[in-house]
């Protein structure tokens, strides 16, 4: 199981790859095994201020459809439009050409609630 150092994760299985206020977020290699194929990724809330654990996209499967949530609020900037025509790059690299979206940050204090690789690790672990 692949979980980068230089990450932040959530408990919902997304990852966060900070740069100043801005961030890249996507699903975590877990996340993606869990799911099987990727068929489809809709985000509609580009230019969005969301908060803190609220819905900002749908990935979709070939068994089920699961719900992205925002593990820090702020607004929503770009929609990786790679994954629009192929959504199955998330499977092959989910921390880098599977990048979701790129965010900026409302308040970045409340990364520190985000786990490191280890905490993350020891979640999926049991």
Do not use: C, R
Not at 23 to 38: M, N, S
Not at 57 to 67: C, F, L, P, R, W
Not at 104 to 119: I, N, P, Q, R, T
Request: charged content about 30%; glycine content about 8%.
């Amino acid at each position: 199981m692949n979980i980068p150092e230089n990450l932040l994760y959530s408990e919902d299985h997304e990852w966060i790859k900070v740069d100043g206020d801005e961030a890249l977020l996507g699903i975590t290699d877990f996340a993606q095994k869990e799911l099987g194929d990727i068929v489809f990724v809709e985000v509609e809330t580009v230019d969005e201020v969301l908060g803190k654990g609220e819905t900002f996209g749908t990935i979709e499967a070939v068994k089920t459809v699961s719900d992205m949530f925002m593990p820090a609020g702020g607004t929503v900037l770009e929609f990786n439009e790679q994954i629009e025509d192929t959504p199955e790059v998330i499977n092959k690299d989910p921390y880098g050409e599977g990048w979701i979206i790129k965010m900026k940050f409302s308040d970045v204090s409340e990364l520190d609630e985000m786990l490191d690789h280890e905490a993350y690790k020891s979640i999926i672990d049991g």
